[in-house]
C-alpha cells in the first residue's frame, strides 16, 4: 500500500503526479504485466544475461 502524505493546500495535480511516480518506482505494473505470461526458466536466464552484458557494456563505454 502506498502512503502519500499531502500538505496543506497542496495542488491536488501535484500531489497526484507525486503519486504516479511512486507508485512506478514500486514495479508494481511492471511486475503484473511480467505475470501475465509464462516464460520459460531457461529463457528467462537467457535474457538476464543479455541484459548484464548491455549494462557492461555500457559501463566500459562510460569509462574510456
Request: without cysteine; positive net charge.
Amino acid at each position: 500500500m502506498i502512503i502519500m502524505p499531502v500538505k496543506e493546500g497542496e495542488n491536488i495535480e501535484r500531489a497526484l503526479k507525486k503519486f504516479k511516480r511512486k507508485y512506478e518506482r514500486t514495479g508494481v505494473l511492471k511486475e503484473l504485466r511480467a505475470r501475465q505470461y509464462f516464460t520459460k526458466p531457461s529463457i528467462a536466464k537467457r535474457e538476464k544475461m543479455a541484459h548484464a552484458i548491455y549494462v557492461e557494456k555500457l559501463h566500459r563505454e562510460e569509462a574510456e
